[in-house]
């Protein structure tokens, strides 16, 4: 039996998160680690807030992740990261890719948004272990959550529960046609 | 064993299927829209799958089924069961033949909209059993054992999940079901069963009722169905249902991680609210100092074990709603549950949240928004201008909204609607506020399929009534919001298969004898306007079809209507395009306005309302 492992994760419609998820899943299939997949999506068919609550490792577990339960917390979104922080372990790993998806008013200067410092602040005073990643650093023509998925096997332990060999499997089956894009977002995760 | 990675409302399909049923129907609601959803387009030998026209049609064809002693399935939201429900009382009242499974989800916690009701009170009201599965797992077990207990009852079984298990993804062990030899329908003339015409045919049909939930009780005690570990005397019970039951152990572990003794407890984690597990609550009670009741929205089986620890003559305290431990409203998750645990240990559990809350306040709002190109926005957009144009001021007209995608339309930007209450209720409260006495136009604001769903009856009210309405019908040829279902009025090459039929919408508003009918073009904002503006002031009813595809599904088909450029010559920076439309498609980088060509569609919406003229869409 695998040890129970929880990962928390936001973002915008659209942005690919709930994929992230589906890979994970897959890989712990074909590995037999039991795993609850719970994603919500909201009402917005588009750019509204999405998450995913992923509990691996346990054979019957309840599918919502309790305050301050989760081991691993993925955010595709800066903004949206900081609403994960309540879900997130003292000392587990805050993986933010800092994609800055803007309300309408944000654009328009009518409301504020967080600067990366602001987030980085919020996690530290939470106690947990922020890793950022700049979405400058994506190769061009990357899939960004094939690349965080990747960054995230690098950064937390996520690793030790579903092999990066086993994620990597997971993407090759799920795209046979986009397998050289997304390997490549892959690689350039796992050293991001 | 076959393992599957299924979600809640797939398993649901997927046991029904290996049940033998012969027919699923429903209409969608999130969150159980994935039965049907994940099976629509199979064609499984000798199995109806059906997107019916609503929950009400639905759960008559299901009834039927099984009245000529096939098994069927129905399946809906929360907010469907309150449309079916008054063919549900009457038909529970005369039971069934072949098995006959009502799948209902509950939204505890609200994901989806729409009131946090609690579906098991409809169960309760019509004395019938409800199974309540708290996993993928038991979603997928739940449905062959409801088929099973509803035949052996000789009545209708509820079954009722929950966002957090109907959405859940898991990989679980397939188990085996005895295979249902097929079965020829039979014709049953009985009407001292099947019809309700005399006050004795009525009061023997409420005894079978009643018995049929006895014998529900016997089966689920006899199965071994409560899962009852008994403790030590004179230690805590915890009692929990449904998706709670899946936080027990986890909870436990976070009380007794935070140093309290857990050991002697007893736990009972019931299938069902209804009907109520008096053998188990016994022993239960025989055993228990006090209790925890875990169970999320109403407290069903609490009262239940209220009830009986008072004919027990027993007097246990009972941690749960009725002493406010617990909440009504919202779901839970463990450690909700372990709170409640610790509270009846004699302890406490502190969650600092003061950190997280501060940094929650950090975040942006994120109002729920209206897709780049999507048809809705000419609509509101188009209405507000008309409202404005005809002389009125915003707040003295009178928009009903409806159900779906068309009440983003309350949102930001264009907080042009201001009601929504239930499918097709748009057009009847527009006809209420009239005889109100309001003078202003009254508009009403519905999708096609909300239309055809129950759209129907108070249109045709308004046009018997002759009561003054413009009624918009926001056509964009597909089940939305719910993810992309298919209705009456959908195109034909989209149906489910060559045999199925389109019946346009327009076509019935024709037939249900309105006079004044106009077809719009919701990305011609300016005509739009114009025909609404018409529409408005003249007497009687009149219907609006306003009619585009939803961007999503026109989008995944790589439509686009034109290309869309700023010319930044001409731009000025005024945002009005961003501020009037809302659009994602709609750019402003801290220095100028572009178009997202990623999202924009080509609908051309923002080139009406640029009043430098700015923003160019050329055909493509």
Redesign the interface.
Known sequence: MAKNFDIYMVG?GGQGILTIADMI??A??ALDV????????????????VKAQLKLGQE??????????ADLVIAMEL??S??A??YLKKGGKFIVFGHKW???????GK????SVD??KD??A???VEMVYIDPATLPEGAADNIFLLAACLKHSSLGDIVSADAIKNAIVTRWPKGAERNIMSFEAGLKA | MVKKNLSGNEAVAQAAIASGVKLISGYPGTPSSEVIGSIWKKEIPGVTVEWSTNEKVAFEEAGACSWAGQRALVTMKMSGLNVAYDSMISMVYSGGVGGFVIYVCDDPGVAAGMPEQDVRGFATMSDIPVLEPSSVAESYSMTAYAFELSEAIGGPVMLRSVTNVSQSHAIIDIPEIPAIAPREPKLIRNTLKYTKAGAKICMDQHQELLDRLDAAEAKLHADGMHQLHLGEKGKLGIVSVGAASAFVDEALNIVKEAGMNVDGISTLKVACSNPVAHAEFKEMLDTCCCFVVLEENEGYVEKSLYLDAYKADKHPHIYGKEDHTLSRIGSFNAMTCAAAIAKALGGELKVDTKQVAEAEALCSARPIGVCAGCPHRGVYMALNEAVKRLGYKKDDVMITGDIGCTILGMSPPFHTLWTEVAMGASVAMAQGFVHAGVKTPVFSTMGDSTFMHAGMPPLLNAVQQNTPITAIIMDNGWTAMTGMQVNANTAKEFQQNETKNRVDVVEIVKGLGVKQLFVADPYDLEGLTKTLMEAAQLPGVKVVVTRRECAIQAGRRKIKYGKVHVDQDKCVNCKICINKTGCPALVYDGNKVFIDNGQCNGCGICTFVCPKKAIIKEEC
């Open positions: 915008v899943m897959r712990s299939e039991p795993c609850n997949y719970f994603p919500t999506k909201g009402m917005a068919q588009r750019g509204g807030f019957t577990v309840g599918p919502d992740i309790r305050p301050f339960g903004c949206e900081l609403k922080l309540r803007m309300p309408t008013d944000v654009m328009l409301a504020a948004y967080p602001e987030v919020a996690a005073k939470a106690g």
